[in-house]
């Protein structure tokens, strides 16, 4: 059984949205997968898809390594960027295989109502799978698997009201620091925004300022059963 499973719709996504949270609980002897559901092969001007989704997929591995996540906890779905789709059932299907074979007891997904439209429609996408994670059907997408806990992380969008806040310890900081500075084909160009460095701390900030101090990440609870590990790390707003 594994411990926490991220979906990422794209590479640098896991890490802005719960990169440390990521770290904190890989830092605590944690099993985390991380699944990228595309490789971002269109978010890279001026270079051809393909190319540019390998170099991504390098970035996102690279990233995963800073946040302590072991080399063959990185999956690629390779599923269209620009091109989620949650009523395609060839997609349908990727994502619940997956989610069956690494059977995690807490999955991490963008919220609902993240600005990005990949974003909305990851959400949707692996929604239907989990919705389907413990059901008799599809048989062939391996043994049935209930996620007790389902939490939604904020890229694009603050969530409005947080259920659930993870503090950062200031190790889980810099690692999200360093797994930000492995993405060096999301660095824009002067006058542009720029969140591959310290801008992709920003939110992490904020949420910390406004509650305990320091840095904390921020979540929808979409579902929640029990976290499996302590309650110390579970904490939520004054």
Known sequence: MTDAL???????????????????????GRTVHVVFLTSGEQGVPGTAPQQAGAVREREAESAAGKLGVAADHVHFLRLPDGGLDPGERNQF?????ILRQIRPEVVYIPHAADAAHDHQQ????????????????????????WIPTVLGYEVWSPICVPAFFQSLQPADVEAKLAALACYATQVKGEGEA???????????????AMTTGSHREAFAVLRLGALPWP????RLPA
């Not at 949270?21 to 605590?28: G, K």
């Not at 299907?93 to 295989?97: A, D, E, I, K, P």
């Not at 310290?198 to 939110?203: P, Y």
């Not at 309650?231 to 579970?234: A, H, K, M, N």
């Open 122 to 145: 990851a959400h949707l996408l692996v929604w239907r799978a989990l919705e389907k994670g413990a059901s008799r059907s599809y048989p062939d997408s391996g043994p049935r698997h």
């Open 93 to 97: 299907l990727s994502v619940l295989g």
């Open 194 to 208: 720029d969140y591959a460095g310290a801008g992709g701390l920003a939110l992490a900030r904020f949420r910390g």
């Open 6 to 28: 991220v979906f990422a719709p794209h590479p640098d996504d896991e890490t802005l949205g719960c990169g440390g949270s990521i770290a904190r609980l890989t830092a605590m």
């Open 231 to 234: 309650p110390s790390c579970d």
